[in-house]
């Protein structure tokens, strides 16, 4: 079965700093899709990226980053300078191909992220 | 189109009470999912619906939880004889079926959520 593990619950950092959000998932299957999704204290999930199990190639969004190693089963998000308006619970998220027709996610934990003027 | 809209954005009943909550999707969209959130917890994924046709339910949803998509356009989930442990966000989704990259390339659209409270 699938599973997604965000080992950190809760990260604390200063304006400015660099953070890096980890995200390791298990699954059976070959070929599969990955999130990051953002809750701020609204509550709607704010989706910021996917990526597919056959792209293995990192991507850059801004001050957003994400390293996707299959090797590891890892897909980290890291925030490059980062500002208040990034605290928020970040969610990483796996929905796999077979036997998913209906394309569910498994999330994770989360991570809840303070970041402090 | 605003998105996906969910009502109540809150909702207080006591136990033993029905409560019911509406989902009004992206109108294209063809796909719909209701999950579930309890505090400091990942979603999980309660039902999904193809246009009007559920098409899968979670082990999570009891008995007394039942959803529906009239008409393949908005959708309510109906919980009957709450329990204090049915406290939980209760988030809609939805998506446009199929694989193509641009139904992909967004994934899902969630709305704000409606939270609920047994007391």
């Known amino acids: 079965a699938q599973k997604v593990t965000q080992a950190q619950t809760e990260i604390s950092v200063v304006e400015k700093e660099d953070v890096t959000l980890d995200c390791v998932y298990e699954?059976?299957?070959?070929?599969?899709?990955l999130f990051w999704y953002k809750q701020p204290p609204s509550g709607e999930l704010v989706f910021l990226i996917r990526?597919?199990?056959?792209?293995?190639q990192n991507e850059i969004s801004g001050r957003y980053s994400w390293n996707f190693q299959k090797s590891t089963s890892s897909f980290n998000f890291t925030i490059t300078a980062s500002q208040v308006v990034d605290s928020a619970v970040y969610f990483c998220?796996?929905?796999?191909?077979?036997?998913?027709?209906?394309?569910?996610?498994?999330f994770g934990g989360g991570t809840r992220l303070m970041v402090k003027p | 189109d605003t998105g996906v809209s969910q009502n109540p954005r809150h909702k207080i009943t006591k136990r033993g009470q029905n409560v019911t909550f509406r989902c009004d999707p992206i109108?294209?969209?063809?796909?719909l999912y209701w999950y579930r959130q309890t505090l400091g917890q990942g979603p999980e994924f309660l039902t999904y619906?193809?246009?009007?046709?559920?098409?899968?339910k979670s082990r999570l949803l009891s008995d007394r939880f039942s959803a529906e998509r009239p008409k393949g356009s908005f959708s309510t989930l109906e919980i009957q004889r709450t329990e204090q442990g049915d406290s939980a966000m209760y988030l809609c989704a939805s998506r446009p079926s199929g694989w193509d990259r641009s139904s992909w390339i967004y994934g899902y659209t969630f709305g704000s959520g409606t939270r609920l409270t047994v007391v």
């Open positions: 109108s294209e969209h063809n796909r």
């Open positions: 998220a796996l929905s796999e191909v077979a036997g998913n027709a209906g394309n569910m996610l498994t």
């Open positions: 990526r597919n199990s056959f792209d293995e």
């Open positions: 699954t059976r299957d070959t070929t599969y899709y």
């Open positions: 619906f193809q246009n009007e046709a559920q098409l899968e």
